[in-house]
């Protein structure tokens, strides 16, 4: 593989491994101790090395080594975060302990600063994002949820754009991952140790984070990720950890933004 000349003089001939898991079009390469992640340069890669560095001092993420751009092509070299992915087959089996892992991740997110934030991730910026996914036909109806397109969903893309713009709800601002779901989350010594793939943080709702992470904790339980079946697992869990009501409206509507990234 040929990296910039910068790159390939940290990383040398050191052996590494490609990383498969989860829903992001971005080739990861794993390192003993550090990441180096590849993709088509693009606004979400850009924020990334940004976020990651505004960061640095507030929460445990991974620390920028190089980044470079090359070809429309984004290189970013970072730190590599000690621990396992909170789907990993060790950690699921102890559900009651995961999602209170979770509550306790996204209560650190919470409790970040927002004040100098580089990046504000709320509903206005995240419906222009998806305008112009949907106008270069880049949304992906395969990989939707179940009933979101199709005889009883949308028609369209499109037409779940327009009902995101006529349903927006009012928002309680928070710092947010963006894409909190359960291969975003590493785990170490039964407690979070650092959350990766940043590329869409920033301010925005609360619920932005909560919906996500219900999705993904019905998912990985259900059969969906890994084919195993969990059935005694309630995703409900969740909201008794954070001490919280459900807001299920608010849950529908990011699920269903996030259908168009």
Known sequence: MNFPKS??????????????????????ICY??????IEKQSEESDKELQMMEWLSDKLPVPQVLCSEKENDMSYLLMSKISGEISCSSKIIENPKHLVKMLAEGLRMLWKTDITTCPYNNSIDNKLRLAEIRVRNNLCDTEDAEPGTFGANGFESPEKLLEWLK??????????????????????KDNKINGFIDLGRSGIADKYQD??????????????SYGGKVY??????????????????????YFILLDELF
């Open 231 to 252: 059935e005694d697992f309630d995703a409900l869990m969740l909201f008794d950890a954070l001490q919280i009501d459900p807001d299920w409206d608010k849950i529908k």
């Open 210 to 223: 909560i919906a996500l992470c219900y999705r993904s904790l019905k998912h990985n339980f259900d059969g």
């Open 32 to 37: 003993e101790d550090v990441v180096l992640k």
């Open 7 to 28: 790159i390939e003089t940290i990383l040398g001939d050191r052996p590494y491994s490609f990383n498969t898991i989860g829903m992001s079009s971005a080739q990861v």
């Open 166 to 187: 006529r349903n927006r709800p009012e928002e309680e601002l928070v710092f947010s991952h963006g894409d909190y779901c359960l291969p975003n989350i590493m785990i």
